[in-house]
């Protein structure tokens, strides 16, 4: 297999290695110019009864032209990237590229370009797509073309440089649109300066290594009555704000065999010459779980990608609910990360779902083994699945029978509705929303 494969993928690095030297190196003018010089030679070779061949001799010399006045570019540069934080899926990111003339020369007409950490993959890694993606028949869409391309993380769009003068520095609004979640690498910018026709660029390339991380996209959500009530949670309120085991104060009274030394009001104690001690509360307050369904055997999974943001949409809303989340998952070990009442925040569990992978060699009963182990902290569940087969739904009738309330996404590939979940859905199996990638909004919308 690896044998009738690797000239294919050979072919891929270099066509698309081509690609991106011409698309860069080239102005649009100049890939016109290009374009021209190709299908004249195509056109042209019957001498006899086409002039087409001087065209295809203008336009050479036009290229060869541009190509030699590459070499007098005499430019050095020096820059500085400032980038936030973080960026999101789907959503343009901005930043400002600080970039100093090093030369005793102005400099004007220049245009910069953000190098990106090559996103051609490794050969094993472009197999295992390849295949997985001829398991499945993806209807064509070309509003969504990059998701040809999964291995793609961004696309970049040049900027004009303001003019520079001997030794000055200027700054230079960026911007580049990232197109899935997860951590973007920049290697360098570029600086491009065109020849006097404007055919084809000079370059001056800066090192500057830099990483971003992408969050997943986030759809916008309904008022929802999420599942669950107000439970007895072991610590109360402070459990939220401070780990450990206080609860809210509520007044004062005489010391107690076996009360804990740290509740001890040493002031009162000085004062009525009898140690006396801090009475608490327990509290109670709302608590859910979010399960996220990871096992899948399909490599830039886009149904992954979509459950992913659906669970980054829940952590953003529920927060708002004044309750606790659990983030629980399985990848190469077990996860479960709690947000919510000073415990953390929607940003951190952003970061965490940034960076979650399929999980393809461990069995669907780990993360029902997760979810069992805290379903006593836990007033509810939003699940979001990848499928609906036998053993999720025994896993939701299973949550049912304990009495938890469930709320379950299944998220399945477009064009399939029910059934591409994998399974017929039943009436009284809980509240089940079927979304399918491309119109998870419209679906997160009808939400009640």
């Keep these: 297999m690896k044998f009738i494969y690797k000239p294919i993928y050979w072919s891929y690095r270099h066509s698309s290695g081509l690609w991106y030297w011409a698309h860069r190196r080239f ?39 541009s190509f030699l006045c590459s070499f007098f570019f005499r430019g050095r ?18 930043y400002q590229v600080e970039l100093k003339n090093l030369t005793n020369k102005n400099q004007a007409g220049l245009t910069l370009l953000d190098d990106l950490a ?27 073309r990059h998701e040809r ?6 696309k970049t769009k040049a900027a ?32 491009a300066c065109p020849d006097p026709l404007g055919l084809y660029r000079s370059f001056y390339r800066v090192q500057t290594p830099q990483t971003v991380l992408i969050l997943p996209k ?18 109360g309120v402070a459990l939220a704000a401070n780990v450990g085991h206080s609860e809210e104060f509520v007044s004062l009274r005489d010391y107690r065999h076996g009360d804990p030394l740290r509740h001890i009001h040493w002031r009162s104690w000085a004062k009525t010459g009898k140690p006396i ?66 415990l953390g925040t929607a940003d951190q569990m952003l970061e965490i779902l940034a960076s979650v992978q399929n999980c393809a060699d461990k069995p669907f009963a780990e993360l029902e083994h997760l979810v069992f182990g805290q379903l006593s902290q836990v007033c509810g569940c939003i699940c979001v699945l990848q499928k609906w087969d036998d053993t999720r739904r025994k896993f939701i009738q299973k949550l049912k029978t304990l ?34 990638t491309g119109k998870v909004g419209e679906g997160l919308a009808k939400l009640k």
Excluded at 28 to 43: D, E, H, T
Excluded at 79 to 90: E, I, N, Q, S, V
Excluded at 149 to 154: E, M, S, T
Excluded at 164 to 186: C, D, F, H, K, N
Aim: aromatic share 10%; glycine share 10%.
């Design 27 to 65: 102005t649009p003018a100049g890939l016109c110019v290009l374009l021209g010089w190709l299908v004249a030679s195509a056109i042209g070779i019957d001498l006899e009864n086409t002039v087409t061949y001087q065209s295809f001799a203008l336009l050479l010399s036009f290229l060869v032209f």
């Design 77 to 94: 540069f020096s820059a500085t990237r400032t980038l936030p934080r973080f960026g999101t899926a789907g959503q343009p990111l901005y």
């Design 118 to 144: 090559d996103p051609r993959p490794a050969f094993e890694d472009w197999l295992a797509f390849k295949l997985a993606e001829g398991r499945h028949i993806r209807p064509f869409r070309v509003a969504q």
């Design 149 to 154: 391309n999964p291995f793609r993380l961004a």
């Design 160 to 191: 004009p440089v303001p003019p520079l003068p001997a030794q000055g520095e200027g700054s230079v609004a960026m911007e580049l649109l990232p197109l899935r979640r997860g951590i973007l690498r920049l290697s360098g910018v570029t600086v």
């Design 218 to 235: 986030r759809y916008p959500l309904p008022a929802v009555a999420l599942p669950g009530q107000l439970r007895y949670q072991e610590g």
């Design 277 to 342: 001690v801090k009475e608490f509360e327990d509290e109670f307050f709302v608590r859910h779980a979010l399960v996220l369904d990871t096992f899948t055997d399909e490599p830039c999974s886009e149904v992954l990608e979509e459950a992913v943001s659906v669970a980054a949409s829940f952590a953003c809303t529920v927060l708002t609910q004044e309750s606790l989340l659990d983030l629980m998952f399985i990848g190469n070990k077990s996860y479960c990360f709690t947000i919510g009442r000073g």
């Design 403 to 436: 009495g938890v309330p469930v709320l379950v996404l299944i998220v399945v590939p477009p064009g399939g509705g029910i059934s591409a979940a994998g399974g017929e859905l039943v009436e009284g199996e809980g509240s089940i929303y079927v979304l399918e």
